[in-house]
């Protein structure tokens, strides 16, 4: 994957929806993250899929 290219693509203002889970470095502290600032864009932790109901 090149980098950058999805904030590349964001930029380009193409009409779509992203969910991001997993980033070129983590964890992601920065609130100026650029990819927190896109209306089309849900960014949630790697473990963004796990809830409590789901542990034993």
């Known amino acids: 994957m090149e ?3 999805l ?3 964001l930029q380009s203002r193409q009409k779509l929806l992203v969910g991001v889970d997993v980033y070129e470095q ?3 502290y920065d609130t100026n993250y650029e ?3 896109f209306d089309n864009v849900v960014c949630t932790p ?3 899929y796990e809830e409590e109901s789901s542990y034993i």
């Open 46 to 48: 790697h473990i963004g």
């Open 35 to 37: 990819l927190l600032h």
């Open 26 to 28: 983590e964890p992601i």
């Open 3 to 5: 980098r950058g290219a």
């Open 7 to 9: 904030l590349n693509v």
